[in-house]
């Protein structure tokens, strides 16, 4: 995690400060230990649209899966990454560097490691040219809005990503 700090700071020349990150954490203990039986069954949504949000988080509730979601390039970054089975980005919003965050994370882990990345567009703006340039960055596929949950399905299974039992997830 420091390592992407250092990087950011390099790539920005801001200064950043690592928040603890809560929702991965065991709250009963008195050191910051990674709850491991929240491992890959969490995916991470950087966005900052709340009715996309809402959708987004009830489909993969829908199928089992715990949502973060954090609204900005600055905290996406803070987190560690490597406790999610997926990240979605939404590209084109104006506190997001989508290209930025997949840089990153694809200079610490290879796209045959998890987390997989998706990127996530309009119609209009899922252009081969758009697509192209998330593929080179490291994203491992792109998925469409509006979400349909048998699309959802299909491009976790192809990313090898299992999916939890259904009702297991549920948010506070």
Do not use: W
């Not at 709250?27 to 069954?41: E, N, W, Y």
């Not at 900005?72 to 979605?88: D, K, M, N, V």
Request: hydrophobic share 45%; net charge positive.
């Amino acid at each position: 995690m420091l390592a992407l700090t250092n990087k950011l700071q390099k790539t920005s020349g801001r200064s950043l400060t690592l928040l603890p990150t809560e929702c991965l954490l065991n709250k009963h203990s008195t050191s910051h230990t990674i709850d491991t039986s929240a491992l890959h069954s969490r995916i991470l949504l950087i966005d900052d649209n709340v009715s996309l949000i809402d959708n987004h988080r009830r489909l993969f509730n829908t199928l089992g899966f715990f949502v973060d979601v954090v609204g900005s390039t600055i905290e996406a970054l803070q987190l560690p990454f490597r406790q999610y089975a997926a990240i979605l980005i939404r590209d084109k919003l104006p506190a997001i560097n989508a290209f930025l965050i997949i840089r990153i994370i694809r200079a610490d882990l290879s796209k045959k490691e998890f987390p997989k990345i998706f990127s996530i567009c309009k119609k209009k703006e899922c252009s081969i040219e758009n697509l192209a340039y998330y593929f080179a960055f490291g994203a491992n596929d792109f998925l469409q809005l509006p979400l349909k949950l048998p699309v959802l399905q299909r491009k976790l299974k192809l990313s090898d990503i299992t999916i939890p039992q259904k009702g297991v997830a549920h948010e506070k």
